[in-house]
């Protein structure tokens, strides 16, 4: 049985095209929900909460019976720090540096909630960068590409040239495990 049209709870992009990818029907419906009052002590437990609490949101204003719903977070990660979205070009550039020649952890939570299953899942997606350029940094930055991501970059972009090995899912990284879900969705 192929399931039917699914409420995608986030205005990202990226989880849209991941769904389009996939030959999923969805409808693309944002949830508002403020992260900043998040209190976590780990990375997982931040995505874990920032996820829920869309989740909740999303259950308070949708049906699941009508649509299932989809609700996920991503947070990045490099030496033991939560890296959010920048607050400026500084900020932008020292989230960055902390990722250059090292490792950086995307985890993803996701729930998918229908009238028969309640999913939970939290994912990793670990990248070993090298040490970034100074000068294509530099560029980067002045672009404004960073801005509005988690990390200050996606790695289908800026840090894509930069990746020496990777261990778990792009589409993880890209906020939304989609090689967890889609057993779950043909049942």
Same mark, same amino acid.
């Given at each position: 049985m192929k399931t039917k049209k699914i409420r995608l709870c986030s205005q990202s992009e990226s989880r849209a095209l991941i769904l389009r990818s996939a030959g999923l029907d969805y409808l693309q419906s944002p949830i508002d929900y403020d992260e900043e009052k998040i209190s976590a002590h780990s990375a997982k437990n931040f995505v874990y909460q920032a996820t829920m609490g869309k989740y909740k949101a999303a259950l308070r204003k949708y049906d699941y019976n009508e649509y299932p719903l989809l609700c996920a977070d991503?947070?990045?990660?490099?030496?033991?720090?939560? #890296? &959010?979205?920048?607050?400026d070009i500084d900020?932008? &550039? !020292?989230?960055? #540096?902390?990722?250059? !020649?090292?490792? $950086?952890?995307?985890? $993803?939570?996701?729930?998918?909630?229908?009238?028969?299953? *309640?999913?939970?899942?939290?994912?990793? $997606?670990?990248?070993l960068f090298s040490m970034f350029?100074? *000068?294509?940094?530099?560029?980067? #930055?002045?672009?404004?590409?960073? &801005?509005?991501? !988690?990390?200050?970059?996606?790695? *289908? %972009?800026?840090?894509?040239?930069?990746?020496? *090995?990777?261990? %778990?899912?792009?589409?993880c990284a890209m906020g939304l495990s989609i090689e967890i879900l889609l057993p779950y969705l043909h049942l």
């Open positions: 991503t947070v990045v990660t490099a030496q033991n720090k939560i #890296l &959010r979205k920048a607050k900020d932008a &550039r !020292a989230i960055l #540096l902390s990722q250059s !020649a090292n490792t $950086t952890s995307i985890i $993803t939570c996701m729930i998918y909630k229908s009238d028969s299953l *309640e999913l939970i899942d939290i994912s990793s $997606t670990d990248y350029d100074k *000068e294509k940094l530099d560029a980067y #930055l002045d672009s404004g590409e960073w &801005r509005g991501k !988690a990390g200050g970059c996606m790695v *289908e %972009g800026f840090c894509k040239s930069y990746i020496k *090995e990777v261990k %778990g899912y792009e589409s």
